[in-house]
């Protein structure tokens, strides 16, 4: 039986093909030896019986003819010694005995006296009528038969001769024949069995190899068959391990483009990293070139100095903020300066340059009257990639809208700008919640990318929408912290 999760299996459909295919030949085998068993006996039965009606109908065709005047002259010592004669002579019976009766089935003669007394009712087993002269009928259980002759005279019936016959040859021969049929048919059905389980061992052989091949790959690396076990080229399996073969060179050549396009995506990877770097540091400087050029041109005015001066530490101090954040693997270091008006104001100066680079109007509406307690870092971060978008996107001559507010002790930020709008994809992804795919194709998406991971960090939400007849609104909603420590990034890769 088949094993099955440690147990038995007895239902067929569970066993091997080893082991099924040799149960068919059993199955068909017994099936084929019943049917030609049970002919060749009754073939040999319907021999046995013509052979013995043969016999029989010569032996009383003899004793007729000798005891028929007898008969009709009722002379018994005469039929006894017919009986006698009779006896001798058939040799290739086994006659127990013989008896002529009558008319009125009484005794006349029989070659038994002492079983069969003269003028005794005879109680025959075997009956019949003229239409049936002669009549057998065997008794295997007892090894016998018993067969009939009615005498007639003058289409007259004057009498009848009764018998039996041993017959356990012919039974005795028929027990050998079914037991040889037996014997025969047994040894047949195991030889073919044997020989189908050892063929069909032997023809399941390769799909074993494929099979063991197939488990190893799943285990570890694919290999390929042996050249030694492929065999014939126009063999089925020949074909069917070379497909394999095959198969597994286009799989390790995949797996090679796979690793060569991880490489790739890796040294990719790392190249936005240093890209993302370079933008989060190129926009603090932007501020505090503009900062310089301000000292140089107006060095001698007292608010002119403090003002440059407070605006290149708060540069510094964000260069060394993206510093940090790159050493601990985007996460920002502890920050305890909380958000105020002034930082969100001086985002206007930082992007003045490019403002004025293409002529835009910068409609600035900043309602924080002092501050707000959620780190100041990650949100002036996140504003100044979506205000430098925005004028990235914007026409020349357009408007660029920055709107800062409370509501329900959330800080609400919106910029937009009058720009083509986002496209379909960058959209949701800036409006999913959990997805964690990056919109890049090329360059395209950077910033977005950091602005959401920004966010993220300090629980905020971004929700964008295209707007009519063109231009693109981002709305920041910032909760108000009870500590300064921002969590940890979820964003650990770029990729």
Request: with cysteine; net charge positive.
């Amino acid at each position: 039986m088949a094993l099955r999760a440690g147990t038995i299996s007895y239902d067929p459909r569970n066993w091997p093909l080893s082991i099924r295919v040799p149960c068919v030949v059993v199955v068909l085998m017994l099936t084929v030896s019943t049917v030609i068993s049970d002919r060749v006996l009754s073939r040999l039965a319907a021999t046995q019986n013509r052979h013995l009606s043969e016999l029989t109908n010569a032996y009383l065709d003899g004793i007729t003819s000798s005891i028929l005047p007898h008969v009709l002259r009722d002379d018994v010592w005469e039929i006894y010694d017919a009986l006698k004669r009779a006896g001798s002579r058939y040799k290739g019976l086994d006659v127990n005995w013989t008896t002529v009766v009558d008319a009125d089935n009484r005794v006349i003669a029989s070659s038994i006296p002492k079983k069969f007394p003269l003028q005794s009712t005879f109680a025959p087993d075997v009956s019949g009528s003229i239409a049936e002269q002669t009549q057998t009928m065997l008794y295997h259980a007892t090894g016998t038969a018993r067969f009939r002759r009615t005498l007639v005279y003058q289409d007259r019936s004057i009498g009848a001769i009764h018998g039996e016959i041993g017959i356990a040859d012919l039974v005795a021969e028929r027990w050998d024949v079914l037991k040889a049929l037996i014997v025969t048919n047994a040894i047949l059905t195991l030889v073919l069995a044997g020989f189908g389980y050892l063929a069909i061992r032997r023809m399941l052989r390769p799909i074993g190899v494929l099979s063991g091949h197939m488990l190893d790959g799943t285990e570890g690396a694919v290999t390929k068959i042996p050249d030694a076990q492929l065999g014939r080229e126009d063999s089925e399996f020949g074909q069917l391990f070379r497909t394999y073969n095959s198969l597994v060179t286009s799989v390790a050549e995949r797996e090679r483009l796979l690793k060569q396009l991880a490489e790739e995506e890796r040294l990719a990877s790392l190249g936005r990293l240093a890209s993302g770097m370079a933008h989060e540091i190129n926009n603090p400087l932007g501020g505090m070139l503009n900062a310089v050029d301000a000292i140089k041109k107006h060095g001698d005015r007292a608010d002119v100095r403090v003002t440059s001066i407070d605006l290149l530490r708060r540069g510094l101090k964000g260069i060394r903020g993206v510093v940090r954040s790159a050493l601990a693997t985007y996460r920002h270091g502890k920050e305890d300066r909380i958000l105020s008006a002034t930082e969100l104001d001086d985002l206007a100066l930082l992007v003045g340059r490019e403002v004025r680079r293409k002529q835009l109007q910068l409609i600035w509406i900043n309602d924080l009257e002092d501050s707000f307690a959620a780190p100041a870092n990650p949100i002036r971060d996140a504003v100044l990639n979506l205000l430098l978008n925005a004028c990235t996107v914007s026409c020349k001559g357009s408007t660029v809208e920055f709107r800062a507010q409370l509501e329900n002790e959330r800080l609400q930020i919106t910029v937009r700008d009058e720009g083509p709008g986002l496209p379909r994809d960058v959209s949701d992804y800036l409006n999913a919640h959990d997805t964690r795919a990056l919109p890049l194709e090329d360059h395209r998406g950077l910033g977005i990318w950091v602005v959401k991971r920004l966010l993220r960090e300090i629980d905020g939400t971004i929700r964008a929408t295209n707007v009519v007849p063109q231009g693109t609104r981002i709305k920041l909603t910032i909760p108000a912290w009870t500590r300064a420590e921002p969590k940890t990034s979820e964003f650990k890769d770029v990729a």
